[in-house]
């Protein structure tokens, strides 16, 4: 049910035509033939049942929707889910390792790494001699494979391999989990969280510890990488380059008008790697070449040139084909010079989807993704079965380049080469699965989610009107109409924050009124009105903490109107105390009135900005500075406003490509990821950003951080 719910609310984009069609195939054309001889039974059937047709057709209606409702709850265990949603977790906040405390130190010469996801890969997959499930094996080459290297088990021809847990069980949680060792499991709309600039930004990942030890990464899939946030994953974790299907077209690699599958097959996939390494091997810089393959993607896989037709199902041919190109991909990078100081890591992402293919497994037999570890920095202490999950990966595959990790454990991981129990071999899988499908406050707290967020994806949301008013020696703040909190009010307070010190937060209990408002005075004394933070939170008797409304920075600078707005930036630009930023993020200027065009010229640009026409408006101005354009080409401007404050803007009214825009203050990009004029006051004396508004006028929507 969580991986349903996450792939529901997560865009389309990148989605296989395959998968659509499959849909359309087995769901909505059935559905329509289902509808059609419904509709001409009851056009036919006056004759037969003598006027009762309504009452068959009510009564069969009726019939369909509790059998639909019963098979739905059964199938996904909606009784479990919900006592899951409303019963939350404490177990991966306690058990949690930040990789941010931990001391990890790598040796002086740094191995490379090639990292291998092998779509819905198994050991299942392999024959009952080796530990599979099957007489034969799909994936002969891959457990010799196995054999040949690590893959943590009793030194017996038995392949052994880690378990996927709830919020692991699908490409992007398995990604997920084997990059950070924490399940993707969060209570808001994924979709929402791709429109921000970052994916769990708080969280250190694999990448995040690579990048900082000069690692050149890249992520290879045949499929749109944005698909499942996997590209704002990898770019915010690591700085990873993407080399995918749109990227593979816009090389010339295939044609504009080439899609199979998901994209393009494993078969170019492994073309494309081996160009790539053969490219970076060149260069001193360590890297980490991450993969993804595709072919064995459910339902029944693809069949590329390569198959054969070995056995009677399309999937079985799949995957033996997958192995073969597998290990042919290895035993290529063996031959490499690079070889000698490079790791690879193969494992499965999750256990096949495939409505049949294990239909056939008994169900006793224990399901664990392919783990198979080649030319490690690292050896094992000890010679025991290890029982371990997806998890664990990560800090393994840390160890496996040769670094030492403080205590030998990493987010819910440990460290597989070391004696360190992993959390399945403490707690066993019983009860780690069950916690791990309960609700987590601490992973939305991760992602940067507040119980505010999380509402408002299940309910309609919380929401209120709120005033922040200047009255002569008091601030008063007022809340009134509250909406989309299902929870019953246990009361309301404001945390304030001068100058934006979150090591002083102060904190003021809201009074009900008669009227059902609530309301505050706070002394304005203890109030910067240029630089104050404001958090207006409902306290719900369940014990959510829910915000009602936000408001940092400049109290003087909270107009919705861009008119209004650019009228009040300008004493800011003459005061000689801030410096005030512009920048534009693809469309922003075209809807600009002769009024708004008149501000902005007032304010200080001095280039031409024709009305009906969008153009790229860029801008630093203060009293003694005055670095502006307004153009059609794209605009990359840098310098420093005072002597604490250095910018770096990047613009384009026409761009698509993330690298064209920044609005950087002090080293630090502030930009929302949304299209429009983008704002920015800045302290001149003390660096803090007063204000930072993005105005959206083709959809006419005022943003604020």
């Known amino acids: 049910m969580n991986e349903l719910v996450f792939n529901v609310k997560m865009s389309l984009s990148g989605a296989s035509h395959a998968m659509i069609k499959l849909f359309i195939m087995k769901a909505f054309l059935p559905t329509c033939v289902a509808a059609l001889i419904i509709f001409l039974f009851l056009l036919l059937a006056n004759d037969a049942f003598k006027g009762k047709k309504t009452l068959i057709a009510i009564g069969a209606s009726i019939i369909a929707l509790v059998a639909f409702v019963a098979y739905t709850w059964i199938q996904l265990d909606m009784t479990s889910y919900i006592d899951q949603q409303l019963h939350a977790s404490t177990f991966i906040k306690d058990n949690y390792v930040d990789p941010n405390s931990v001391n990890i130190d790598f040796p002086e010469k740094k191995r490379n790494l090639v990292y291998i996801y092998l779509e819905s890969t198994e050991v299942t997959d392999s024959d009952s001699e080796h530990g599979g499930a099957f007489e034969k094996s799909r994936i002969p080459e891959l457990t010799d494979l196995a054999l040949s290297h690590e893959f943590f088990g009793d030194g017996s021809d038995k392949l052994n391999g880690g378990f996927s847990m709830p919020g692991t069980d699908w490409t992007m949680g398995a990604i997920f989990a084997q990059s950070t060792g924490l399940p993707l499991q969060i209570s808001i709309d994924a979709n929402s969280m791709s429109e921000q600039e970052t994916f769990f930004p708080t969280v250190r990942a694999i990448g995040d510890i690579l990048k900082d030890e000069g690692y050149h990464q890249e992520y290879l899939c045949g499929s749109n990488a944005s698909f499942g946030g996997r590209e704002l994953f990898f770019k915010t974790h690591g700085d990873y380059g993407i080399v995918d299907y749109p990227y593979a077209k816009d090389q010339g690699w295939i044609p504009q008008d080439y899609g199979v599958w998901w994209g393009f097959e494993d078969e170019k996939l492994y073309e494309y790697a081996k160009n790539r390494l053969s490219e970076l091997s060149k260069s001193d810089e360590p890297f980490n070449l991450t993969l993804l393959t595709v072919d064995t993607h459910f339902e029944d896989g693809y069949v590329c040139r390569l198959c054969e037709d070995e056995f009677e199902d399309q999937y079985s041919n799949v995957f033996a084909c997958a192995s073969r190109q597998a290990t042919e991909f290895v035993n290529w990078i063996k031959e490499q010079d690079f070889y000698e100081n490079t790791t690879i890591v193969l494992v499965g992402d999750h256990p096949t989807m495939d409505a049949d293919f294990c239909a056939e497994i008994p169900e006793d037999y224990t399901r664990k993704v392919y783990t198979c570890i080649i030319n490690p920095g690292a050896s094992r202490d000890g010679a025991d079965q290890r029982e371990y999950t997806t998890f664990d990966m990560f800090p393994t595959t840390v160890a496996a380049l040769g670094a030492s990790i403080e205590g030998d454990r990493l987010g819910l991981g440990a460290n597989l080469f070391s004696s360190e129990q992993t959390l399945l071999e403490k707690y066993g899988m019983e009860l780690e699965e069950s916690e791990l499908n309960r609700k987590s406050h601490f992973m939305n707290e991760l992602a940067g989610i507040t119980d505010e967020m999380a509402m408002e994806q299940n309910y309609e949301g919380a929401s209120a009107n709120c005033s922040i008013e200047e009255q002569g020696d008091i601030v008063k703040v007022t809340v009134s109409d509250i909406t989309g909190v299902v929870e019953k009010i246990e009361g309301i307070q404001v945390d304030v924050r001068k100058d934006g010190n979150y090591d002083n937060l102060m904190t003021y209990n809201m009074v009900l009124n008669s009227d059902g408002s609530y309301s505050v005075d706070i002394p304005a004394s ?180």
Not at 588 to 606: E, F, H, P, V, Y
Not at 612 to 618: L, P
Not at 642 to 671: A, P, R
Not at 680 to 698: C, H, I, K, P
Request: overall charge negative.
């Open 526 to 705: 203890e109030i910067n009105p240029g630089d104050t933070d404001f958090n207006i939170i409902c306290k719900g008797a369940l014990g959510s903490d829910i915000s009602l409304f936000s408001q940092r920075g400049d109290m003087h600078l909270k107009q919705t109107d861009l008119q209004k707005y650019l009228e009040a930036l300008k004493a800011y630009a003459e005061s000689g105390e801030y410096t005030v930023f512009i920048t534009t993020r693809k469309s922003g200027a075209m809807r600009l009135t002769d009024d708004n065009i008149a501000a902005l010229k007032a304010l200080g640009i001095s280039d031409d900005i024709p009305k009906g026409q969008d153009v790229t408006i860029v801008a630093a101005i203060n009293s003694e500075l005055n670095d502006s354009h307004a153009t059609k080409e794209n605009q990359n401007i840098k310098g420093t406003a005072s002597d604490n404050v250095s910018y770096h803007l990047k613009g384009s009214w026409d761009s698509f490509k993330d690298k064209d825009f920044l609005l950087e203050i002090n080293d630090e990009n502030i930009m929302i990821e949304r299209k429009g004029l983008h704002f920015a006051v800045v302290n001149n004396s003390t660096g803090r950003v007063a204000d930072y508004v993005n105005f959206d006028l083709l959809d006419k929507e005022c943003r604020r951080y």
